[in-house]
């Protein structure tokens, strides 16, 4: 019996429909990072469409609380298109080869995931801290083998998850390899164990950055910060705290802030006036500012402090004619592991500036223009201000501000101060010639 070729045709093509693309994780190396206050992880996803497909999509699951920053990169270190789904909880990553076989690189930062626990303890003793995650990588696809890292910074574990295989290392906990696991796992996984580390927390930033045209930009924050590990338990003794320096290692004694190395009248002062008890030291690349609250910061303590500085205007701001750009960071390092709940950041430009557009490496939430006057202003200088929540170190990037100037607005300032003295003096002379003396005169008979 003889098959038609066109049936032949349509039975194999019926069965290479049939082959739906499986996609898998096989392999995948995590790494977490829990010695601060931050959890901080990098995951390796070697993935693969099993029926030899090109892999043109991968969905990625983000089952990590208070997320703050992630970045996609390749093999290659070159940054992968992703965009949210589902609410945010879902990344879906876009390839540009066409392969079967393609290598992700997530990295992620997140906030408030590490817990002080007790939530509260006498100055004398130890901070130690709970994390709860997953053992396993949250996953829609299956994979064939995971090894997780986790380091801890600290011996004392008191208590962890114990899943075989798992090891324990000087500072850090070996969780597998584990084999096949399936899709949507959800092993939990508890590590209780010390972190002394302080636990610091900008609760509010107020940041502004007020340009001029006359070669300087003055930048000035207002920070609110907050020790949020295990609170205080009892009262404080000052002299308990002299005497003995290991005790209350998880107070905030001191932190170091980072300058641009051009930053020149640096000025930062508390609700009492200037703090003397800091150190500042200029480095080639940048100044490393040392600060030391007027008292050391308990968990649950807080305080609140402005610091301030100028930067040559040539380093950040480039023109051609009447266009301008000012690019410089959204926002600085204060402390090393930050985490900010909220900043707000002012730009106050030149009056007279028009055509403003701004471009930032994130989303933010933008506010509506404001004018505001100041000294020898006329109609006020523009004012661009937006926000953004739950920001971390990787934040620190480069905003772009493009607007136009007219030079000759420049002149404004001195012929208002050119006029005013003028008219002051007009006034003076004028003053001076009349005469406003009582005059007797006498008269003859």
């Excluded at 010639?433 to 005059?439: E, P």
Aim: charged content about 20%; glycine content about 4%.
């Amino acid at each position: 019996m003889k098959i038609s070729p066109v049936l032949l045709n349509l039975f194999f093509l019926t069965c290479f429909c049939a082959i739906k693309a499986k996609i898998v994780n096989k392999n995948v190396e995590r790494s977490l990072d829990l010695s601060s206050q931050l959890v901080k992880s990098t995951i390796k996803i070697t993935a693969e469409d099993t029926t030899g497909k090109p892999l043109k999509e991968y969905v990625l699951i983000l089952n990590e609380p208070n997320l703050s920053y992630i970045s996609v990169t390749d093999g290659s270190k070159n940054e992968i298109q992703a965009r949210k789904s589902n609410g945010g909880l879902q990344y879906v990553i876009t390839f540009g080869s066409s392969s079967a076989h393609q290598i992700i690189l997530v990295e992620t930062v997140s906030t408030k995931n590490i817990m002080p626990y007790p939530e509260e303890i006498k100055q004398h003793e130890i901070q130690f801290a709970k994390y709860v995650g997953l053992v396993h990588l949250y996953s829609n696809y299956e994979t064939y083998s995971q090894k997780t890292i986790v380091k801890l910074g600290t011996s004392n574990i008191l208590s962890h998850t114990q899943v075989k295989p798992f090891s324990t290392a000087t500072d850090k906990l070996i969780f597998g390899p584990y084999e096949n696991i399936k899709a949507l796992s959800k092993q939990e996984l508890v590590i209780h164990y010390e972190n002394q580390t302080p636990f610091m927390t900008v609760k509010n930033l107020e940041r502004t950055i007020e340009v001029s045209h006359w070669g300087n930009i003055a930048i000035q924050e207002s920070i609110q910060l907050a020790h949020s590990g295990a609170k205080l338990k009892g009262s404080f003794s000052r002299y308990d705290f002299q005497k003995d320096g290991r005790s209350s290692q998880s107070a905030i004694k001191s932190y170091r802030t980072i300058l641009p190395s051009s930053a020149s009248g640096v000025y930062y002062r508390d609700t009492n006036g200037n703090i003397s008890t800091s150190n500042m030291n200029s480095l080639n690349d940048f100044i490393d500012l040392e600060l030391r609250p007027r008292f050391p910061l308990f968990g649950g303590w807080k305080t609140q402090y402005t610091i301030g500085y100028n930067v040559p205007s040539y380093e950040y701001m480039y023109s051609n004619g009447k266009k301008y750009q000012l690019k410089m960071h959204l926002i600085d390092h204060i402390y090393d592991n930050m985490a900010i709940d909220k900043a707000a950041i002012k730009i106050v430009l030149p009056e007279g500036a028009d055509n403003i557009q701004l471009t930032t490496p994130y989303t933010i939430n933008r506010r509506q223009n404001e004018l505001v006057h100041t000294y020898l202003d006329t109609v006020g200088r523009p004012v661009i201000s937006f926000s953004k929540l739950n920001l971390v170190e990787s934040h620190i990037a480069d905003f772009t501000l493009n607007y136009t100037f007219s030079r000759v607005s420049l002149l404004q300032e001195p012929f208002l101060v050119s006029g005013f003295i003028y008219i002051i003096f007009v006034l003076t002379i004028v003053l001076l010639r009349l005469d406003f003396s009582i005059a007797l005169h006498s008269h003859k008979d």
